[in-house]
């Protein structure tokens, strides 16, 4: 069975529902063979890392840039699993009240100095999610968890 891990920080019931819709996607009964593990920010470690076939990452943009709790996360895992998580395939959900775009820009700059491989574009959402928004993030959890799966 192969395993997603969606690492979090949900600050707000924006993101919270950005959350729920991504958790549903990549739980659908038509993805088979995908355990799904999520772990806050702050709690995700390098052995969840390790033991993760594909990762989802969803962050406010606070300040222009991602939440500090998505960055401890970067800054437990980084060095420990540089190697062991070359080609990992990802997404990115990112929530802002106005713009995302530096948040963005940090996320991939590391994840692409880890060498992981997007599978999905980030999906991006400002202001309060509309029922598009929910449906590309449930897209995004179903994408990855089809992306790794056995079957």
């Not at 998580?85 to 929530?95: F, K, S, W």
Request: charge should be negative; glycine fraction near 10%.
């Amino acid at each position: 069975m192969s395993r997603l891990l969606i690492v979090h920080h949900t600050a707000s019931p924006t993101l919270q529902e950005l959350f729920e819709s991504v958790r549903q996607g990549a739980t659908t009964d038509e993805i088979e063979g995908v355990d799904v593990v999520t772990r806050a920010a702050l709690h995700a470690t390098a052995v969840d890392l390790f033991e993760a076939d594909g990762v989802i990452l969803g962050t406010p943009a606070n300040l222009g840039y991602m939440s500090g709790a998505l960055k401890h996360f970067f800054d437990t895992v980084y060095y420990p699993r540089l190697e062991e998580t070359r080609r990992l395939p990802y997404g990115l959900y990112v929530h802002g009240n106005n713009d995302t775009t530096g948040a963005i820009r940090a996320v991939e700059s590391i994840t692409t100095g880890l060498g992981w491989q997007p599978a999905h574009p980030p999906v991006t959402v400002t202001g309060a999610p509309g029922k598009d928004d929910l449906a590309a993030c449930w897209e995004l959890g179903a994408t990855l968890a089809a992306t790794i799966s056995p079957g």
